[in-house]
């Protein structure tokens, strides 16, 4: 079962989120998430087996430009998560199309994502939902002294 969340989901939704951006910490990610849900610019989704909670989406709207892209606003997966037992499941699709819904919803015709360079699992997960990949790029940073 897929459910839209709310503010009352921001312990389930970080908990999850944590195991992909484990870099974060579930306290800052309930607080990002909060303002985010308050947006009508951002939607997140949770997928249920029976009364667990093992999966989420995020996605928003995105008025910048996105590589790829020839319209505005685009419908953009900003994550996607399922626990390991539950993968390979179809659950992962499930929710990228209720984000592909929701974006529809909001006036987009195009939906767009992304990936690190070297995660290959993110990589043909996207290619088998129905992605294009559009560019590959590496980004660079330097500190100014």
Known sequence: MIKKATTSDLHVL????????????????????????????AQFFLFYDGNEAIGFAQCGLRYDYVEGTESSPVGYLEGIFVKEAHRRKGCAVQLLS????????????E????????????????LGAGFAEANRIICFTKKLT
């Open 111 to 126: 939906f767009a994502s992304d990936c690190e360079f070297n995660n290959a699992a993110s990589l043909a997960f996207h």
């Open 98 to 109: 209720a984000c592909e819904d929701w974006a529809r919803t909001q006036g987009c015709r």
């Open 14 to 41: 970080s908990t999850l989120a944590l195991q992909l951006w484990p870099e974060h910490t579930a306290e800052a990610l309930a607080e990002e998430f909060s303002e985010a849900i308050k947006q009508d610019t």
